[in-house]
């Protein structure tokens, strides 16, 4: 269990308990910072007059706050969630896929594979039987039963190929459970 104090400009102290998550110290990053990552979690479109008053600071220092999250990486993009099916994308699916060899530059040349197919609009390497999980979208049956046949199939070094098509989504939940972590600053950072 960490236990870490973090001290605020006003020189209050406040203690945080933090257990079971790989938190360290070198993030450097406190309660505001969390409140403005969950506000631009949840609506990236917020103006940073509106964050500001979220996080309960100005808007300069949110600024220079987000400017420094997305600097560190904590922010990688904003991005419009487009809903597919009005687009006329009617096929959602997830595609196992085994692969022969799992050594590191086959994995790595199915990766670029990938990168390369539009209808794949998210892969996850995975261990065990199944090498990746492609989750494919596509515009009717025929696309996607194309891509399967004349695309992935022929892809050098897959060996298997299960298809799950998704019957219906409803609403989730993206990003990270925010709420869950605790701020903590690498200036005074113990363990107990």
């Known amino acids: ?27 450097n990053i406190d309660a505001i910072d969390l ?17 500001a008053k ?5 808007a300069p220092p949110c600024l220079r706050r987000v400017q420094r999250l997305e600097a560190k990486g904590f922010i990688r ?10 687009l006329g994308f009617q096929v959602n699916a997830f ?4 692969l022969v060899s799992q050594a590191d530059n086959d994995l790595k040349a199915f990766e670029n594979a990938v990168d390369a197919w539009p209808l794949v609009r998210e892969c996850y390497s995975l261990s065990g039987k199944i090498d990746f999980l492609l989750r494919c979208v596509a515009h ?18 897959v060996e ?10 409803p609403p989730i939940r993206r990003g990270i459970a ?11 950072a113990g363990r107990k």
């Open 77 to 86: 993009g904003y991005h419009a969630e487009v809903d597919s099916r009005k």
């Open 140 to 157: 009717d049956q025929e696309s996607f039963q194309h891509f399967i046949a004349e695309t992935l199939t022929r892809t050098p070094n």
């Open 1 to 27: 269990m960490y236990i870490i104090t973090k001290v605020r400009r006003n020189s209050d102290a406040e203690r945080v308990q933090h257990q079971n998550t790989q938190w360290t110290p070198q993030h």
């Open 160 to 169: 298997s190929i299960k298809i799950v098509p998704v019957t219906s989504s």
């Open 95 to 98: 595609v196992l896929v085994g």
């Open 35 to 51: 409140k403005i990552l969950a506000a631009l979690q949840e609506k990236g479109r917020l103006r940073n007059k509106d964050l």
């Open 178 to 188: 925010i709420c869950d972590i605790s701020p903590s600053t690498s200036q005074s």
């Open 54 to 58: 979220l996080a309960g600071i100005t």
